[in-house]
């Protein structure tokens, strides 16, 4: 999330993101936690985001799958 997120959804820039704020664990917990939120946006827009980078690995985007599906616990 640092490395590849926080650019454009941290506290500072979550209007260019969208309005989405990623700049917590419990932030991100919750737009996880709804109704898979995050796993969508990374897999749906996984061609845009992040924006100016490079498409997150297939690894990334199981890991996040994973955590999703565990809770998304703060670890």
Same mark, same amino acid.
Do not use: E
């Given at each position: #999330?640092?490395? +590849?997120? &926080? /650019?454009?959804?941290? !506290? !500072?820039?979550? $209007? #260019? ?6 700049? %917590? $664990? $419990? $932030? &991100?917990? %919750? &737009?996880? @936690? ?5 796993? @969508?946006? /990374? %897999? %749906?827009?996984?061609? /845009? #985001?992040?924006?100016?980078? !490079?498409?997150? !690995?297939?690894?990334?985007?199981? *890991? &996040? +799958?994973? *955590? /999703? ?7």
């Amino acid at each position: #999330m640092q490395q +590849n997120c &926080i /650019v454009c959804h941290g !506290s !500072s820039y979550a $209007a #260019m993101g969208g309005g989405i704020n990623l700049q %917590t $664990a $419990a $932030a &991100i917990a %919750t &737009i996880a @936690k709804d109704n898979n939120r995050l796993y @969508k946006a /990374v %897999t %749906t827009f996984a061609d /845009v #985001m992040p924006k100016g980078g !490079s498409k997150l !690995s297939d690894c990334q985007i199981l *890991w &996040i +799958n994973l *955590w /999703v599906t565990k809770g998304a616990p703060n670890n």
